[in-house]
T-cell receptor, first 116, second 109 residues
């Protein structure tokens, strides 16, 4: 089955630094990847949709200059949280789909980001 | 109005009983509906998908969809302690997947 690997699984960083999170589709080519954020006791909120070779589409209210997304290949998308602040502490989850029509999103294992 | 609503509070069920979860959605262009299970600190895991009106059964899980009422439900039969988790309802449409806030289920041994 489709497998999505996300790395790191957890990270602690100092306020003001940047953190990069990787999302890889291991056994399929992901034309589209999605990045979600989940705060404690809340649901997943879509941050952005990234398509291979083009700019990401950000959801309303998500700062594109703060959350940099790169989808340079069909198997890798990265999310960089720039100048992180404690309020950016959250659970970040990526998902991928094999083609442009929906057939069950596969989620990565998630990254727990703590900014101190 | 939120796109996908799950309004029930935490649900406690005895082991072996049926757990019933409900979800409504607001966007009539939604095409596909999904139930995900999420354990604390983990990412969501797809357990059921449903696309057409009626019931769909998979093992101990049954999903029900009523597009006229914009309503999706999930039944968990013979609930087990391992079913204790948060269940997220999701609707796909307009090239995006929208999630409800989730319902916590606690199965009491």
């Amino acid at each position: 089955g489709a497998v999505v690997s996300q790395h790191p699984s957890w990270v602690i960083c100092k306020s003001g630094t940047s953190v990069k999170i990787e999302c890889r589709s291991l056994d399929f080519q992901a034309t589209t990847m999605f990045w979600y954020r989940q705060f404690p006791k809340q649901s997943l909120m879509l941050m952005a949709t990234s398509n291979e070779g083009s700019k990401a589409t950000y959801e309303q209210g998500v700062e594109k200059d703060k959350f940099l997304i790169n989808h340079a290949s069909l198997t890798l998308s990265t999310l960089t949280v720039t100048s992180a602040h404690p309020e950016d502490s959250s659970f970040y989850i990526c998902s991928a789909t094999q083609d442009r029509t929906f057939y069950g999103y596969t989620f990565g294992s998630g990254t727990r980001l703590t900014v101190v | 109005q939120k796109e996908v609503e799950q309004n029930s509070g935490p649900l406690s069920v005895p082991e072996g009983a049926i757990a019933s979860l409900n979800c409504t959605y607001s966007d009539r262009v939604s095409q596909s509906f999904f139930w995900y299970r999420q354990y604390s600190g983990k990412s969501p895991e797809l357990i059921m998908s449903i696309y057409s009106n009626g019931d769909k059964e998979d093992g101990r899980f049954t999903a029900q969809l009523n597009k006229a009422s914009q309503y999706v439900s999930l039944l968990i039969r013979d609930s087990q302690p391992s079913d204790s988790a948060t269940y997220l309802c999701a609707a796909y449409g307009n090239n995006r997947l929208a999630f409800g806030k989730g319902n916590q289920v606690v199965v009491i041994p």
